[in-house]
């Protein structure tokens, strides 16, 4: 069974700094390309960050291009989101998501699978 979990949300003042892990169970992620989204209350999802099969391409949204950064361990079937100089516009839960295929994408219609998500609130 495919299990993404999130984890490393929080309460955080603006300015600060959180990193996030994806811990996976149930198969290797190293044939897949993966993702973060986020969902603040009443929006849609939005994708945030994306990593190729090998960690050779990575595409980010421009909200947070030059803040966050994703990356991956696949010997520990981890995925990362370290995110710098947080604003309270970035408050959303946050997800984890593995793509169909190995490449990167921003298009959530090509992740098959997804964690329960962690929260990350960011105060002024």
């Known amino acids: 069974q495919v299990q993404l979990v999130e984890s490393g949300g929080g309460l955080v003042q603006a300015g600060d700094s959180l990193r996030l892990s994806c811990i996976t169970s149930g198969w290797s992620i190293g044939n897949y390309g993966m993702g973060w989204f986020r969902q603040a209350p009443g929006k849609e999802r939005q994708f945030v960050a994306a990593i190729s099969w090998n960690g050779a391409s990575t595409i980010y949204a421009d909200s947070v291009k030059g803040r966050f950064t994703i990356s991956r361990d696949n010997a520990k079937n981890a995925v990362y989101l370290q995110m710098n100089s947080l604003k309270p516009e970035d408050t959303a839960v946050y997800y984890c998501?593995?793509?169909?295929?190995?490449?990167?994408?921003?298009?959530?219609?090509?992740?098959?699978?997804w964690g329960q998500g962690t929260q990350v609130t960011v105060s002024s």
């Open positions: 998501a593995r793509r169909k295929f190995g490449g990167v994408s921003s298009d959530s219609g090509g992740y098959a699978s």
